[in-house]
């Protein structure tokens, strides 16, 4: 019989209480406010961190998490959150609502897609997805005009997702490990891309390259039919 209570017990996860949330708050050396529940085993994010509302990032990294609380909004200062290497399945579309956010690391999760409500997060410039289970992206990504990194590693993308066209400040986008289809020059058979895919704008090469890239694609233009 204690045998199962003691299971049970770590099937919910740890508990943390106001007074142990409280000494997780840290100071950045930039100055910020950091509340740093990482590797708490947390099932679940504590509902007494509601009273710490007021920090400019939030570490629930390594956890047990399954669900994004749903007074996340209330942490309206928030430029960093991070939730790596948890159980979350899906982001809820309050997530739109934290309009200070600049980082949303969701890496090494369960996601199957994203709200819609992601392209309101007109400050995010750095936005990590890998590890998860997407195929595809909602189109208001490509409202993001401040992303400059975006991690897609380790999903299920079978296309470049053409939203990324859009972002004008994109510098590095990460595709390694994913199926992408691409023709092969005969046209008839496809290939699968597994890893080091990776998309850069033409003016962070160097010449060499450059030119490199830009005969390879006159050569695939002149031998397609």
């Known amino acids: 019989m204690a045998r199962g209570k003691k299971a049970n017990k770590k099937a919910k996860g740890k508990v943390v209480t106001l007074k142990t949330a409280q000494k997780c708050v840290e100071l950045t050396l930039d100055g910020k406010q950091r509340l740093d529940l990482s590797l708490k085993e947390i ?3 504590p509902k007494c961190v509601q009273k710490l509302c007021h920090v400019d990032e939030l570490d629930l990294s390594r956890n047990l998490i399954t669900k994004v609380p749903s007074f996340i909004d209330q942490f309206t200062s928030l430029c960093v959150l991070d939730l790596h290497s948890n159980y979350i399945e899906e982001l809820p579309v309050i997530i739109g609502r934290l ?3 600049q980082v949303l690391n969701l890496c090494n999760n369960r996601l199957t897609s994203l709200p819609h409500e ?3 997060l007109a400050k995010l410039h750095t936005l990590s997805l ?3 289970r997407l195929e595809a992206l909602p189109s208001s990504v490509g409202a993001l005009k401040e992303l400059r990194s975006l991690g897609l590693s380790d999903n299920r993308f079978t296309r470049v997702p053409s939203c990324l066209s859009r972002l004008s400040k994109l510098e ?11 023709k ?3 046209g008839a058979e496809t290939v699968t891309i597994s890893q080091d895919f990776h998309l850069v704008k033409e003016s962070f090469l160097c010449l060499d390259c450059l030119n490199k890239c830009k005969t390879d694609r006159q050569l695939g233009e002149s031998e397609s039919p």
Do not use: F, H, Y
């Not at 590095?172 to 691409?182: F, H, Q, S, T």
């Open 99 to 101: 309009q200070k956010l």
């Open 172 to 182: 590095r986008v990460n595709l390694d490990r994913n199926p992408i289809d691409a």
């Open 43 to 45: 099932a679940a994010v």
């Open 130 to 132: 890998g590890l998860n």
């Open 118 to 120: 992601v392209g309101l």
């Open 184 to 186: 092969q020059t005969s």
